[in-house]
Nanobody
Framework: QLIESGGGLVQAGGSLRLSCAAS????????MGWFRQAPGRSRELVAA????????YYAASVKGRFTISRDNAKNTMALQMNNLKPEDTAVHYC?????????????????WGQGTQVTVSS
Protein backbone atom coordinates (compact mmCIF):
# COMPACT_ATOMS: atom_id res chain seq x y z
CA GLN A 1 0.00 0.00 0.00
CA LEU A 2 3.00 2.30 0.48
CA ILE A 3 5.76 2.27 -2.10
CA GLU A 4 9.12 4.00 -1.60
CA SER A 5 11.48 5.09 -4.33
CA GLY A 6 14.57 7.25 -4.72
CA GLY A 7 17.15 5.38 -2.67
CA GLY A 8 20.63 4.68 -3.95
CA LEU A 9 24.36 5.17 -3.49
CA VAL A 10 25.73 8.66 -2.99
CA GLN A 11 28.95 10.19 -1.74
CA ALA A 12 29.12 12.03 1.56
CA GLY A 13 27.85 15.56 1.15
CA GLY A 14 25.49 14.57 -1.63
CA SER A 15 21.70 14.59 -1.80
CA LEU A 16 18.87 12.15 -2.41
CA ARG A 17 15.12 12.59 -2.55
CA LEU A 18 12.94 9.75 -1.34
CA SER A 19 9.34 9.48 -2.44
CA CYS A 20 6.44 7.53 -0.99
CA ALA A 21 3.31 6.79 -2.98
CA ALA A 22 0.12 5.22 -1.70
CA SER A 23 -1.46 2.48 -3.73
CA UNK A 24 -4.87 0.99 -3.23
CA UNK A 25 -6.07 3.48 -0.66
CA UNK A 26 -5.71 7.10 0.26
CA UNK A 27 -3.76 8.38 3.26
CA UNK A 28 -5.16 11.86 2.91
CA UNK A 29 -6.15 12.20 6.58
CA UNK A 30 -3.23 10.28 8.12
CA UNK A 31 -0.06 11.48 9.75
CA MET A 32 2.99 10.02 8.03
CA GLY A 33 6.65 9.49 8.72
CA TRP A 34 9.99 8.25 7.51
CA PHE A 35 11.90 5.67 9.52
CA ARG A 36 15.27 4.05 8.94
CA GLN A 37 17.03 0.93 10.10
CA ALA A 38 20.75 0.33 9.87
CA PRO A 39 22.25 -3.17 10.24
CA GLY A 40 22.26 -4.29 13.85
CA ARG A 41 20.21 -1.31 15.01
CA SER A 42 16.56 -0.75 15.79
CA ARG A 43 14.23 1.11 13.47
CA GLU A 44 14.20 4.81 14.28
CA LEU A 45 12.04 7.76 13.32
CA VAL A 46 13.78 10.19 11.01
CA ALA A 47 10.99 12.68 10.29
CA ALA A 48 7.23 12.93 10.68
CA UNK A 49 4.46 15.12 9.35
CA UNK A 50 0.87 15.59 10.41
CA UNK A 51 -2.18 15.88 8.22
CA UNK A 52 -2.55 18.16 6.33
CA UNK A 53 1.15 18.97 6.65
CA UNK A 54 1.31 21.98 8.95
CA UNK A 55 3.55 20.41 11.60
CA UNK A 56 6.77 18.44 11.25
CA TYR A 57 9.26 16.65 13.47
CA TYR A 58 12.91 15.75 12.83
CA ALA A 59 15.33 13.57 14.70
CA ALA A 60 18.23 15.57 16.06
CA SER A 61 20.66 13.70 13.81
CA VAL A 62 18.98 14.96 10.62
CA LYS A 63 17.59 18.34 11.64
CA GLY A 64 18.73 21.05 9.26
CA ARG A 65 19.69 18.52 6.58
CA PHE A 66 16.43 16.67 5.82
CA THR A 67 13.02 18.05 4.84
CA ILE A 68 9.77 16.10 4.92
CA SER A 69 6.82 17.17 2.80
CA ARG A 70 3.53 15.82 1.50
CA ASP A 71 1.30 16.44 -1.50
CA ASN A 72 -2.20 15.60 -0.40
CA ALA A 73 -3.67 16.03 -3.86
CA LYS A 74 -1.29 13.38 -5.21
CA ASN A 75 -1.35 11.18 -2.10
CA THR A 76 2.44 11.26 -1.88
CA MET A 77 5.14 12.14 0.63
CA ALA A 78 8.80 12.99 0.15
CA LEU A 79 12.01 13.24 2.14
CA GLN A 80 14.67 15.57 0.75
CA MET A 81 18.03 14.55 2.20
CA ASN A 82 20.95 16.98 1.83
CA ASN A 83 24.52 16.88 3.11
CA LEU A 84 24.30 13.13 3.56
CA LYS A 85 26.72 11.42 5.91
CA PRO A 86 27.92 7.80 6.07
CA GLU A 87 25.91 7.33 9.26
CA ASP A 88 22.74 7.98 7.24
CA THR A 89 23.28 4.61 5.54
CA ALA A 90 20.19 2.47 6.23
CA VAL A 91 17.03 1.07 4.77
CA HIS A 92 14.49 3.89 4.82
CA TYR A 93 10.79 3.15 5.31
CA CYS A 94 7.67 5.17 4.63
CA UNK A 95 4.88 4.76 7.18
CA UNK A 96 1.36 6.02 7.78
CA UNK A 97 -0.43 6.37 11.10
CA UNK A 98 -4.06 5.76 11.95
CA UNK A 99 -4.03 9.23 13.55
CA UNK A 100 -3.98 12.63 11.85
CA UNK A 101 -1.94 14.48 14.47
CA UNK A 102 1.86 14.40 14.48
CA UNK A 103 3.15 11.02 15.69
CA UNK A 104 6.67 10.29 16.90
CA UNK A 105 6.15 6.82 18.37
CA UNK A 106 6.64 3.77 16.18
CA UNK A 107 3.57 2.07 17.68
CA UNK A 108 1.30 4.76 16.19
CA UNK A 109 2.18 3.69 12.64
CA UNK A 110 0.10 0.93 11.10
CA UNK A 111 1.04 0.94 7.42
CA TRP A 112 4.57 0.38 6.13
CA GLY A 113 6.37 0.30 2.85
CA GLN A 114 8.96 -2.31 1.90
CA GLY A 115 11.85 0.10 2.33
CA THR A 116 14.49 1.60 0.06
CA GLN A 117 18.25 1.37 0.63
CA VAL A 118 20.26 4.53 1.11
CA THR A 119 24.04 4.09 1.10
CA VAL A 120 26.40 6.99 1.72
CA SER A 121 30.07 6.44 0.98
CA SER A 122 32.82 8.38 2.71
Amino acid sequence: QLIESGGGLVQAGGSLRLSCAASGRTFGSNAMGWFRQAPGRSRELVAAINWPGSTTYYAASVKGRFTISRDNAKNTMALQMNNLKPEDTAVHYCAASRFSGLQIGRAAYDYWGQGTQVTVSS
